[in-house]
């Protein structure tokens, strides 16, 4: 049974173990400190374990460390991902994919009249307005016709006046 004084002694980390932040995981060392051990103690300010464990741990502290520990465990599946996609030729093969579905549906988009294109092209401006150069850029003949543009391609041949401009 965790007692504050146990846990003074012997705690290592505590965090919620679900999503709800209805339990609590608390790590600690046996009593020669050769072990870690884990005890689930659900999240009840009533719970004597958990009193005892708010002596040496504030909610907030949970919280944090429960963030640090999800953050960390995510980096750790997305790292496993890569490795296993690499490990079976996979990256590769969708890196090869995305450049060559990305250039052809970009030169679709930049090319095209169709309508899908036409209505995608306020957002595009948009973005093109987000760069620090098009902010920046004194040329206001250029950004108004990237505003006034009726398709990709001609906002993309006013940002590239504003692009040489910059450099």
């Known amino acids: 049974m965790l007692t504050e004084q146990y846990l003074k002694e012997h705690f290592v980390d505590a965090y919620f173990i679900d999503n709800e932040r209805q339990n609590i995981e608390i790590l600690h060392t046996n009593e020669d400190r050769t072990k870690v051990h884990s005890t689930i103690v659900p999240f009840d300010e009533k719970n004597h374990m958990y009193k005892a464990l708010s002596k040496i741990r504030t909610l907030e502290d949970l919280h944090e460390t429960t963030y640090a ?99």
């Open 69 to 167: 520990r999800k953050k960390e465990e995510r980096q750790l599946f997305v790292d496993q991902v890569k490795r296993i996609a690499e490990e079976e030729g996979l990256m590769n093969k969708v890196i090869e994919n995305v450049d060559t579905d990305f250039f052809r549906m970009l030169f679709e988009f930049l090319l095209s009249d169709k309508q899908e294109h036409i209505d995608r092209l306020f957002n595009f401006k948009i973005n093109i307005f987000e760069q620090d150069m098009v902010k920046n850029s004194k040329n206001e003949e250029a950004k108004t016709a990237i505003r006034k543009s009726k398709t990709p391609l001609e906002a993309l041949k006013h940002y590239i006046i504003i692009w040489q401009e910059s450099k």
